[in-house]
């Protein structure tokens, strides 16, 4: 579906040719049919015949007000039209709005239109003055975007030249392209009013993809649910509102007084609103000042309107006539995909200052003002081909799945799919949870995790980063507990399913080991300076002289300090048994199969039967026998223990890390 959007000077007869060529007056409000002024947007619909398929295809027309004070209305409605019907009085000819309303459309980039010279009665059909307002026209309209729209002579009243204009409509729609489907409902709100006994209704141009009876939808920048209770195009009611089309809503679930004027109704999700985005712009030719960092404008994008403070990027100011590079910081949140248009007015005295293309609708956040890294960013995005910009996508994302960063590139699903396919068999992206080594994959889902190269090698460096600085605050660990690594690497990681895919990544390329809770660099070991060698060494002839009535921890931890303890029972070389009692391994591993040989030929053992053969104290004893319980080596049974069921057992060489 199409829809036509009038443009030109008050008082023309755009309102007039709109009910000459619909039969539908335009003009809805009371106030303007007593005024004879269109002030708001006015609706209207009519049939064309479709090129070379006999049948005839239904035209949406938005009639938009022209004079100057509602120019801010004619910007929430002109946004989301396919073909402009440029209106110029023939006993007037250019007048001020027909300029400024002419530079909209070339702003907005609405490709298709025609020029209508009406009024033509008023000048009697006067050739030669109509040839003068004709040639007049083409000069003002030259290298604009409708430098070669066809110019017809009508007449409202008499209706002469209005079959003409059907059929010159008809050729310049026949011309647009198709839009592109994304499949992403958007539709940009630009009335909204109740109807007895039928609730809310909103109105407004779909820009992209289908609404259908029944489906959810949320309501942007508020983020309140609803639901598509009925749809009606051109007072007809419809099951699925299609692409282009002027699309009624009623809703459900959402009170009236919560939707207004720019909003976004879109399916849940589809959509994040942005309070910052990147743009290209160019200054109008005309207008009274160069454009100055800092200023305050107000922005027109689909049917919102924003007020926004502008930062100028890698220039002092903008001159009238030239372009350049803004980050705009908005009052409100607003939906925005690249490649939107845009305009920007300036708030008193009202004037339009320029606008031009949405680029980067979500930026990382505010950029340094001369930065060339900023601005090489912002020009491979603007001109870049689809793997570039997938790759920008992601590089501002970081981490993502593959939907988001579909969603962030504004590319069609397809054109997506088959680009990300390209990227990750050429390796610049991987799919974070996949074995490092399998980049051929072509099978890709949306909820995918994927990173660029170039973001992974950064991330895994910094990751093992923090594992080497952890390796050389703390020597005598064996490793990193993961948790902490988690915590750590919060600023950069913020899901928990980001960092488990980083590190079992980490894991299977080599870089990192894992044991138990924690995690080394590959090769690490614990190595003790000379000092802390001899401490060892005195500290094992302690164990040597009394093996079996060995030093507690405590007394360990008195000689050589916690460290250096808890690194000889990471190292195995000292096996705690409780929170007190530790055995150097050589005595431990005796007593281990002492045990199992005591029980094996008596079957069971008690407490004063191993003090007696150990030959040491009652704590000792206990503590290894308690032990072995909890390792599952012995089940205790009363007074005594026994071994534990075969297949169970402990074997001889088991050794436990508390
Ligand atoms: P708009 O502000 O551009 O929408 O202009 P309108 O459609 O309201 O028309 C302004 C005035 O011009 C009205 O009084 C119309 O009746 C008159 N008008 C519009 N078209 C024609 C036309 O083709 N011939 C003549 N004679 N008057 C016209």
Not at 208 to 234: A, I, N, W, Y
Not at 535 to 550: D, V
Request: aromatic fraction near 4%.
């Amino acid at each position: 579906m199409r829809v036509i959007g009038t443009a030109g000077h008050v008082d023309h007869g755009k309102s007039t040719l709109v009910k000459a060529l619909t039969g539908i007056h335009p003009d809805r409000l009371k106030e303007e049919r007593e005024r004879e002024m269109t002030i708001d947007l006015g609706f209207a619909w009519m049939s064309l015949p479709a090129r070379d398929i006999g049948e005839s295809e239904e035209i949406g027309i938005i009639d938009v007000p022209g004079h100057r004070d509602f120019i801010e209305n004619m910007l929430a409605g002109v946004g989301g039209i396919d073909a402009a019907l440029f209106v110029v009085a023939a006993d007037e000819g250019v007048m001020p709005q027909t300029r400024e309303h002419l530079a909209i459309l070339n702003l907005l980039q609405i490709q298709g239109g025609v020029i209508a010279i009406t009024k033509i009665d008023m000048v009697e059909n006067d050739a030669d003055w109509l040839d003068l307002v004709e040639s007049d026209l083409r000069q003002v309209t030259q290298g604009t975007v409708l430098g070669s729209a066809a110019i017809v002579r009508v007449s409202a009243i008499s209706g002469e030249g209005i079959p003409e204009l059907k059929e010159a409509l008809r050729a310049s729609l026949a011309e647009r392209p198709p839009r592109p489907d994304l499949n992403r409902p958007r539709l940009p709100v630009d009335r909204v009013f109740t109807i007895a006994g039928f609730g809310s209704v909103v109105t407004g141009t779909l820009a992209d993809g289908k609404l259908s009876v029944g489906d959810e939808v949320e309501v942007l920048p508020q983020g309140l649910r609803g639901r598509v209770r009925g749809l009606q195009t051109h007072k007809r009611k419809e099951q699925v509102a299609v692409a282009g089309s002027r699309t009624a809503v009623n809703i459900s679930g959402i009170a009236i007084e919560d939707i207004h004027r720019g909003d976004i109704i879109a399916h849940p999700g589809d959509f994040k609103p942005t309070r910052r985005m990147d743009v290209h712009f160019r200054l109008l030719p005309d207008v009274s000042q160069p454009l100055k960092h800092n200023t305050e404008v107000k922005l027109f994008l689909a049917a919102s309107e924003v007020v926004a403070r502008l930062r100028l990027l890698g220039i002092e100011q903008i001159n009238p006539g030239e372009e350049g590079w803004l980050q705009l910081e908005l009052s409100h949140p607003v939906v925005a995909v690249r490649g939107d248009r845009y305009i920007l007015r300036r708030p008193s005295p009202g004037e339009t200052l320029g606008g031009g293309e949405v680029v980067d609708p979500q930026p990382k956040g505010r950029h340094k003002r001369f930065s060339t890294q900023t601005l090489a960013g912002l020009e491979s995005l603007s001109l870049g081909s689809g793997s570039e910009v997938l790759l920008q996508a992601l590089q501002a994302l970081g981490v993502a799945t593959l939907k988001d960063v579909f969603t962030r590139s504004n590319l069609d699903v397809e054109t997506a799919f088959s680009e990300m396919i390209e990227l990750v068999a050429s390796g610049e992206v991987l799919i974070l949870e996949d074995k490092p080594a399998s980049t051929t994959r072509t099978q890709l889902s949306p909820d995918q995790l994927v990173i660029a190269r170039t973001a992974w090698e950064q991330f895994a460096a910094r990751l093992l980063r923090e594992v080497e600085n952890y390796h050389s605050n703390f020597p005598l660990r064996s490793g990193m507990p993961r948790e902490e690594l988690k915590s750590r690497s919060k600023a950069y990681i913020t899901s928990p399913r980001v960092f488990n895919a980083a590190i079992t990544r980490l894991i299977a390329s080599g870089d990192l080991q894992e044991n138990g809770p924690l995690v080394l660099c590959s090769g690490h070991t614990i190595r003790f300076n000379p000092d802390q060698q001899r401490k060892i060494e005195q500290l094992m002839k302690r164990f040597a002289l009394s093996s079996l009535s060995p030093p507690t921890i405590k007394e360990c931890q008195a000689e050589v300090g916690d460290d250096l303890v808890n690194a000889l029972i990471e190292t195995g070389e000292l096996v705690a048994v409780s929170s007190e009692v530790v055995f150097d391994w050589h005595t431990y591993q005796r007593m281990l199969a002492d045990v199992h040989r005591l029980i094996e030929n008596k079957s069971t053992l008690s407490v004063a039967e191993a003090r007696d053969y150990f030959n040491t104290s009652r704590r000792y004893v206990l503590a290894f026998l308690e032990h072995l319980d909890a390792i599952g080596v012995t089940v205790r049974d009363g007074d005594v223990r026994k071994l534990k069921q075969a297949g169970n057992q402990g074997n001889g060489n088991q050794v436990v890390r508390n």
